[in-house]
């Protein structure tokens, strides 16, 4: 593994059905994130998680939960989907804190559509 | 929260330069990133600024303005390459980015 994989990269699936996005970094980065990525919206923060064993929400966190058991893992989970969670799912991570600008680094993304 | 705006669109001539501008008005500033986004591609960290003035690095520049909630990015000596959105991101207190719409550059030869 280098830097940060997404896994799967697309995936099709009826509304109703539950579906995990997984996102693994092996940079030993503090803070993980994930966004969403729609047309003419920009990237949107759904959830994120400053270190192990803490979570927040973001700007649209209905509908998902995050988990983060360890450093490199940061799983999102959509309980029950809906056709409006068709988007593309992008996770990042960051060395936070310093004085320096620790900037995200980004997943190859994954692409969901719900029929 | 952040409200950040940048153009939708922007077309230029190879060789030539362009500037993308980004005003923002926020509840905490602790950054503005610019962010590279070729089509169906992650986002790639173009540039960070954090106190007033010019950012270079190559043939790229970004400029902030904390007073004026304004930052701009310049593409100098353009590339086809360079074809591609340019993501511009305001970082809060709690080091959460809130990003804007992106602007979507198309070079023609």
């Known amino acids: 593994i280098a830097g940060i994989t997404q896994a799967p990269t697309s995936q099709i699936l009826a509304a109703g059905r539950r579906m995990t996005l997984r996102c693994t970094q092996d940079m030993r980065h503090n803070a993980m994130y994930w966004y969403r990525q729609d047309l003419g919206l920009g990237l949107r923060l759904i959830h994120y998680?400053?270190?192990?064993?803490?979570?927040g929400k973001g700007e649209v966190p209905d509908g998902y939960s995050v988990s983060r058991a360890n450093t490199d893992d940061f799983p999102l989970t959509l309980a029950s989907v809906v056709p409006s969670q068709t988007s593309v799912y992008f996770c990042?991570?960051?060395?936070?804190?310093?004085?320096?600008?620790?900037?995200?680094?980004f997943g190859p993304g994954t692409r969901l559509t719900v029929l | 929260g952040q409200n950040i705006d940048q153009p939708t669109e922007m077309t230029a001539t190879e060789g030539a330069i362009v500037q993308i501008n980004c005003t923002y008005q926020?509840?905490?500033?602790?950054?503005l990133f610019w962010y590279q986004q070729h089509a169906g591609e992650a986002p790639t960290f173009l540039s960070y600024?954090?106190?007033?003035g010019l950012e270079e690095k190559g043939r790229f520049s970004s400029f902030l303005s904390r007073s004026k909630g304004y930052s701009y990015l310049l593409l100098k000596e353009l590339q086809m390459k360079d074809s591609a959105s340019y993501l511009c991101a305001v970082r809060d207190g709690d080091y959460k980015l809130s990003f804007g719409a992106g602007t979507t550059v198309t070079v023609r030869a």
């Open positions: 990042a991570s960051s060395d936070q804190g310093g004085d320096t600008g620790n900037e995200q680094f």
């Open positions: 600024n954090v106190l007033d």
């Open positions: 926020t509840s905490g500033f602790n950054g």
């Open positions: 998680s400053n270190t192990a064993g803490t979570t």
